[in-house]
């Protein structure tokens, strides 16, 4: 009888200090320092994917895209010579996977590495939006010749005029073999010479394997059994 008890009592006391650990839990953060490896999201891409695809695309289109002497305006006419100006649109996400706030980094990052391109200059996205909201316009009707010359004409009023209009389009391809996959990322970058028409358009490319593997559980309803 006393050994009974003295088990059951046991018993108890395993299961409640295992769940009573389990309240412990704490969620805790720490600063990524410049050099160190960063997270390699388990799910979804993240930033070891994002940057790097921008990096590669960004360069090869300044490489390959070689600006003109003049800037012209939304009337056809030239405007006197200065330094290239590009108006990024947006970034469309075609992939298989929600990008939520890394959309808006992904703009801003582009932003930044075509300034220190030095080669061209970036309308500020704060009129590009407004221009857009104020003509009631979705960045995919720009290419229709109306839109896009009241387009020009409202940021040249705002003192914004620019010689190319820039997509970034992100999209994905995704191969299964049997639970684990591997998704193949493309960023691609659309360049449009608002003069001219000419398109000039360059991509990076980015694979990434999902794995899973089988890790062992503790059971909180039977402290003695093990799961996988």
Same mark, same amino acid.
């Given at each position: 009888?006393?050994?009974?008890?003295?088990?059951? +009592?046991?018993?108890?006391?395993?299961?409640?200090?295992? &769940?009573?650990?389990?309240?412990?839990?704490?969620?805790?953060?720490?600063?990524?320092?410049?050099?160190?490896?960063?997270?390699?999201?388990?799910?979804?891409?993240?930033?070891?994917?994002?940057?790097?695809?921008?990096?590669?695309?960004?360069?090869?289109?300044?490489?390959?895209?070689?600006?003109?002497?003049?800037?012209?305006?939304?009337?056809?006419?030239?405007?006197?010579?200065?330094?290239?100006?590009?108006?990024?649109?947006?970034?469309?996400?075609?992939?298989?996977?929600?990008?939520?706030?890394?959309?808006?980094?992904?703009?801003? &990052?582009?932003?930044?590495?075509?300034?220190?391109?030095?080669?061209?200059?970036?309308?500020?996205?704060?009129?590009?939006?407004?221009?857009?909201?104020? &003509?009631? &316009?979705?960045?995919?009707?720009?290419?229709?010749?109306?839109?896009?010359?009241?387009?020009?004409? +409202?940021?040249?009023?705002?003192?914004?005029?620019?010689? +190319?209009?820039?997509?970034?389009?992100?999209?994905?391809?995704?191969?299964?073999?049997?639970?684990?996959?591997?998704?193949?990322?493309?960023?691609?970058?659309?360049?449009?010479?608002?003069?001219?028409?000419?398109?000039?358009?360059?991509?990076?490319?980015?694979?990434?394997? +999902?794995?899973?593997?089988?890790?062992?559980?503790?059971?909180?309803?039977?402290?003695?059994?093990?799961?996988?």
């Amino acid at each position: 009888m006393l050994r009974r008890h003295f088990l059951s +009592y046991g018993l108890a006391s395993i299961a409640g200090a295992s &769940l009573a650990a389990g309240c412990r839990n704490k969620q805790y953060a720490r600063v990524v320092k410049h050099g160190e490896d960063e997270m390699v999201g388990s799910h979804a891409a993240g930033t070891e994917t994002f940057k790097p695809l921008i990096d590669e695309a960004v360069a090869k289109l300044l490489a390959n895209c070689e600006p003109h002497a003049q800037t012209v305006s939304y009337d056809g006419e030239y405007a006197a010579p200065g330094a290239q100006r590009i108006c990024f649109v947006s970034v469309e996400n075609q992939s298989s996977e929600e990008i939520g706030d890394f959309k808006q980094q992904i703009r801003q &990052l582009i932003d930044t590495r075509i300034i220190e391109g030095d080669r061209f200059q970036v309308v500020n996205s704060r009129y590009v939006d407004a221009g857009l909201k104020e &003509l009631r &316009l979705r960045p995919e009707q720009l290419m229709v010749p109306e839109n896009m010359r009241n387009f020009c004409g +409202y940021l040249e009023q705002e003192g914004q005029p620019f010689d +190319y209009m820039l997509w970034a389009v992100l999209t994905s391809g995704t191969t299964r073999e049997n639970k684990e996959y591997q998704r193949d990322y493309l960023l691609t970058l659309e360049l449009v010479d608002i003069r001219t028409g000419q398109q000039f358009k360059q991509s990076a490319e980015l694979s990434k394997g +999902y794995h899973q593997s089988r890790v062992s559980r503790f059971s909180a309803t039977n402290p003695f059994s093990w799961g996988s």
